[in-house]
């Protein structure tokens, strides 16, 4: 991992970082003994507590007093009201509350917890705090296109000091899902369909927002989520089962969750999906022999939002008790929302069903984390209102935003140079997202507000663009009246049209998979009528997700994804537009021909029969209608300048404990300067286990001036060509294999092979 120098701190996320962080001070503190190491003054509480006391320790509701987003997210129902959930908390049947409402609602939670309770245990304040809090960054995903986990670490820890400024002590971020099925709405959530990937920003995040000290008042408490093989659901349907081998799993879904717990996470959440008929919430291999005896996690597992309760639907459990009891004894040491736990542990413990030992030892854990989290020393050290405010969307968390926007876009086309484009141009600005309050900040925000984000046309315009004229043209998934026929005069009466259309928030996220991922047919008919006036069309996609794109946008001279760019949105599409700033991202997935094609990833295995470049042949592994191919795929991305590849430098032999360098030369042939992602991939062409047609391996960025060359070079081992063999153990075969030093997953760029010798 050495190889990917992004910057100095970049390259702290490699393999060794990780390891290091394994040892941090916050994973030491319950390494020892069964994973839980309380002071004796807090063991004595433990020793007080009746079976309701510690039942209540494991019970995480909703807030009552939400407000705003965060009542739509958890919507009302017959649960308490404010005050009856503090009755709750200070008769202790509550461990805490997610999706508050700020400081104020902290501090009078947590006073009358300290002040009327009787054993004066802390609450504990979470959130869904995804991609910031008041200042919000770019999604997930759209993060990862820049590949610089050093930026997602950054973005994560200015996340953490706005959140933990509101009282908020733990994050249920980040999701770690692989995603390869672009039906999925909760791809914008994640770091894309790359192993290598997904562990970098998994580890970059959970330092973010830990920071060094999880006692801090900027530091707040991760949750790696959803355990696990959430991004696996059959037909990319939320909430689906997933069905795969064990090798597939260990090999693609579960790394980037042990990468994120090997950073020190001291939380995860089970996955709401089951796995070969078992629930993950009820399955004691994944929450106990993997995460407990194999991957040594000392923290604490939290169930997703009534996913114990769920369980009855799915035909799992009979009953509310039922379902207690065996997600309790599975190793989900808390229960979000059902109450589940709050109302029947107490009795299974009672009848004998669950151990007394088994509880305590959950609550240990609990009262653990809020030990780490400083809350015994200092219930309130993160609830200061005056600090909520002065710590929210200063002046370096909006530059901050700005930035992370600016390498998020990535440029799929751009044929003739068509952008950057000069200001004095005569712009059309045509969609449904072409200005407006909306659709800015992109899905799971709770706290961040849409009208304090700057939309696309007021960033043109604060960018010097004068001549713009604005004109939707159409709604994101319905025709406006005359819309089309507005869109086209003002296409006719500018130089250059800019559409921006795609999807709205409320289409990616949680429970908005998608059976067509293509632009919205209202849509579609705009860009082909703008189209027909033979104008230049810049399309600026919005997507949380990879696209299948047709017809007059797949025809478009230029197309940037965008996605959802956060409070910084406007300025820093202008930036890149105008070449203030050059385009830098590169897709974290692939974007198909078809829709029908998903799941589609870059790293398949090769088939008996492999379709040969050129003419179609019959008999072969393809689409009828699409090649077995992305139209754009993982690692795409054009820059300003010009980027051409010399010929790979690869040592024909790798010893079996030797190391050898492969190199290439990228020049830069263009008139602007440029960053180039510079990215090695392997294959290995005959295994015990068949393997990929080729794996990302490492990747670095170069600025390359007008007319620059740098050599660029790689380090490889035979660890980094390890597979799981036979026996599911690590492994690797002597024999021959292939290197790409190349701009994307599907580039020749600079080919070699070399030969692993025993």
Not at 400 to 410: F, H, I, T
Not at 411 to 424: A, H, R, T, Y
Not at 451 to 468: C, Y
Not at 532 to 560: F, M, Q
Request: include cysteine.
């Amino acid at each position: 991992m050495s190889d990917i120098r992004i910057s100095r701190r970049a390259a702290l996320l490699g393999a060794g970082a990780v390891a290091a962080w394994a040892a941090s001070p916050a994973r030491a503190l319950l390494a020892r003994g069964d994973g839980t190491a309380l002071s004796p003054a807090i063991e004595a509480i433990l020793a007080k507590m009746t079976l309701e006391e510690k039942a209540g320790q494991l019970q995480l509701n909703a807030a009552a007093w939400g407000g705003g987003i965060a009542t739509a997210l958890n919507p009302p129902s017959n649960g308490p009201s404010f005050e009856g959930q503090i009755a709750d908390a200070v008769a202790g049947r509550l461990t805490g509350v997610f999706n508050g409402n700020g400081a104020e609602m902290a501090r009078r939670m947590q006073r009358a917890v300290m002040r009327d309770s009787r054993l004066k245990i802390p609450l504990i304040f979470a959130a869904d705090v995804i991609h910031g809090h008041r200042t919000i960054f770019p999604v997930p995903v759209a993060e990862a296109a820049s590949f610089e986990p050093d930026l997602a670490m950054r973005t994560a820890r200015m996340a953490a000091f706005e959140a933990a400024a509101a009282g908020i002590d733990w994050t249920f971020c980040p999701m770690v899902d692989i995603a390869r099925d672009q039906r999925w709405g909760r791809t914008v959530e994640g770091a894309g369909e790359d192993v290598l990937l997904g562990n970098l920003f998994a580890a970059a995040r959970v330092k973010g927002f830990q920071g060094e000290d999880l006692s801090a008042d900027d530091a707040v408490m991760a949750c790696i989520k959803h355990i696990a093989a959430y991004g696996a659901g059959e037909s990319g349907l939320d909430y689906n089962i997933v069905d795969l081998s064990e090798r597939t799993l260990r090999e693609v879904y579960l790394p980037p969750y042990k990468a994120g717990f090997d950073a020190g996470a001291m939380s995860g959440m089970a996955s709401f999906n089951e796995i070969d008929g078992i629930p993950s919430t009820a399955n004691p291999w994944l929450m106990k022999q993997l995460l407990r005896d194999e991957w040594k996690f000392p923290g604490i597992v939290v169930s997703d939002y009534t996913g114990d309760e769920e369980m009855i639907a799915a035909g799992f459990a009979k009953d509310g008790k039922d379902a207690a009891r065996l997600a309790f004894l599975a190793g989900v040491d808390m229960s979000m929302q059902s109450n589940l736990y709050a109302e029947h542990l107490p009795a299974l413990v009672r009848e004998g069903a669950v151990p007394q030992e088994v509880l305590d030892r959950s609550v240990r854990r609990v009262l653990a984390v809020k030990q780490m989290l400083g809350l015994f020393d200092d219930p309130f050290r993160r609830i200061d209102r005056k600090r909520e405010k002065a710590r929210s969307r200063t002046k370096a968390a909006i530059a901050l935003s700005r930035e992370a926007a600016q390498k998020a876009m990535v440029l799929l086309k751009n044929d003739g140079d068509l952008l950057p484009l000069d200001k004095s141009r005569r712009i059309a600005l045509v969609g449904p997202f072409a200005s407006g309050q909306h659709d800015l900040n992109g899905p799971w925000v709770v706290y961040g507000d849409n009208n304090q984000a700057i939309d696309l046309a007021t960033g043109l315009r604060d960018a010097g663009a004068r001549n713009v004229t604005v004109t939707p043209g159409s709604g994101v998934e319905e025709p406006l009246p005359g819309g089309i026929e507005a869109a086209v005069a003002a296409a006719q009466g500018a130089d250059v049209v800019v559409l921006a259309i795609g999807e709205s928030e409320t289409m990616s996220g949680e429970a908005q998979s998608r059976t067509s991922i293509t632009v919205p047919a209202p849509q579609m008919e705009l860009a082909e009528a703008v189209a027909k006036t033979g104008k230049p069309v810049v399309v600026l996609l919005k997507n949380g997700r990879g696209l299948a794109l047709e017809g007059a946008v797949r025809d478009a001279p230029a197309i940037l994804v965008t996605w959802f760019l956060g409070s910084e949105t406007g300025h820093a599409i202008a930036d890149i537009l105008f070449g203030a700033v050059g385009p830098s991202g590169r897709l974290p997935l692939s974007f198909p021909h078809e829709s029908g094609q998903e799941p589609y990833y870059y790293a398949h295995k090769a088939t008996g029969r492999p379709a040969p470049e050129g003419p179609r042949v019959p008999y072969k592994t393809q689409w009828r209608t699409a090649p077995h191919a992305a139209l754009y795929p993982f690692g795409h991305g054009l820059t300003y300048g010009a980027v051409r590849y010399g010929a790979a430098e690869v040592p024909a032999i790798l010893a079996w404990d030797g190391r050898i360098t492969v190199s290439a030369t990228v020049t830069n042939t263009g008139k602007r300067a440029c960053e180039e992602l510079v990215q090695l991939y392997i294959r290995d062409r005959v295994a015990s286990i068949t393997r990929p047609v080729r794996e990302l391996k490492a990747f670095r960025k170069v600025a390359l001036a007008p007319g620059q060359s740098e050599k660029v070079s790689f380090n490889l081992t035979r660890a980094q060509l390890e597979f799981l063999g036979r026996d599911l153990r690590p492994t690797v075969e002597p024999g021959l294999f292939d290197a790409w030093i190349a701009p994307s997953a599907q580039a020749e760029g600079a080919h070699g092979t070399f030969e692993l010798t025993a």
